[in-house]
Structure formats: structure tokens, C-alpha cells
């Protein structure tokens, strides 16, 4: 009988508790995941901010849009201000999302020496009736709009199908922008005006 007790307690398993070293390494382990879920929490809400930015300048951009839609063909603000951007009415190679100015980089738009007001808007004695400036100062937002009588397709040509030597359209891009970490993010909205005279 006692060599059945021995062989009985030999094959029972024998509890054991963690060592010092296994708690350490699950610490280490749950610390490692927590340090992740900050992270990703960190970014959502960088990402949700940057979300809402965008839909903002979104709306901003579409308002002055919709402004130049409605405004006559020969109005002043519409005028091809800086000719040099002519071919890139879009800022296709990112100029306005690098740190400093946008002074020769776009035909309208921007703030006068005050900084609150936007003096493009008025040009020729027009009202304004879109979203007022002093809101886009408040939220850092930018706005401007460039003009061009080229065609896309063929750079330095004018936007002439009916070969009479006037634009049968205009091209504007509305440009808003904002502040992100040392430089600026932009969206652009493009928008065509047919010219009256050319009865298209």
C-alpha cells in the first residue's frame, strides 16, 4: 500500500505559482498594448480633427464657388491678375502648402494689412454675400481664386474652340487653406464660366 500511496502522489500534478520574472514579462507585455491604444487614440483624434477641418474648408471653397457662379463674366473680380499661373490655376505643384506667403502665387484673395478683411471680395464696389471674413480668420482658414483663359490641354494656348481668338470660357480655382504642423493643407474646387459673348 505504500508504494501506492508514493506512485498516487507522483501522479498528481503539483500546483505552482507564477515567478517573479513571468509577472514581469505579462506587465510588460500589457504595458506594450496599453502604450498602443494611446497611440491609435492619439491618432483618431488627430485624424477627426483633420476631418473636420477639411470639411470645413470644403464649404468654404464651395461658397465662393457658388459666389462666382453667380457673378457676371466681366465682373473685376474675375480678372487674370497673375498671368505666370496661368497653366497651374490649381496649384498642381504645391506652392500654397509650403510655409510663408501666397503673394504672386494667386490672382485674388488674402487679407488686407489689418489681417480681417479680404479686399478681392469688393473689387469694383460688388457686395459680398457669401461667408464673412472674420470667420475665416476665427477658424485659420485662407482663400483665394486664380483665373485663367488657357486650355487645360495645351499649356499657353488660349481656351478657344471656335478658333476666333476669344476665351470662349474661363477657368477659376478656388484655393482654401490652413495651418498644419510648419506649412499650410489646401483644398482646391475648379469651377468653368462660359463666356456669354461667345453664346455657349
Do not use: C
Not at 487614440?41 to 476631418?51: E, H, I, K, Q, T
Not at 474648408?57 to 498671368?83: C, E, F, G, K, M
Not at 472674420?134 to 490641354?153: C, I, K
Amino acid at each position: 500500500m505504500t508504494s501506492d500511496r508514493r506512485r498516487a502522489r507522483r501522479t498528481w500534478p503539483t500546483g505552482r505559482g507564477s515567478t517573479l520574472l513571468e509577472a514581469l514579462i505579462a506587465m510588460g507585455v500589457l504595458m506594450t498594448g496599453a502604450v498602443g491604444l494611446v497611440g491609435l487614440n492619439n491618432m483618431a483624434l488627430r485624424l477627426d480633427s483633420d476631418g473636420r477641418r477639411l470639411t470645413r474648408a470644403s464649404a468654404i471653397a464651395q461658397d465662393l464657388a457658388s459666389q462666382i457662379a453667380l457673378w457676371p463674366y466681366t465682373d473685376a473680380r474675375l480678372s487674370n491678375a497673375v498671368t505666370t499661373n496661368d497653366d497651374n490655376i490649381g496649384d498642381t505643384t504645391f506652392a500654397l502648402q509650403k510655409p510663408g506667403t501666397a503673394n504672386g502665387l494667386v490672382d485674388h484673395g488674402g487679407f488686407d494689412a489689418t489681417g480681417r478683411v479680404e479686399p478681392d471680395l469688393t473689387l469694383g464696389g460688388t457686395t459680398w454675400y457669401g461667408i464673412p471674413s472674420d470667420e475665416l480668420v476665427n477658424a485659420g482658414f485662407e482663400r483665394y481664386w486664380n483665373v485663367s483663359f488657357n486650355d487645360p490641354a495645351k499649356a499657353g494656348a488660349l481656351l478657344d474652340y471656335n478658333g476666333n481668338g476669344v476665351a470662349d470660357a474661363m477657368r477659376v480655382a478656388v484655393i482654401v487653406r490652413w495651418q498644419a504642423g510648419g506649412g499650410w493643407r489646401r483644398i482646391v474646387v475648379l469651377v468653368t464660366k462660359p463666356n456669354p459673348a461667345e453664346g455657349l
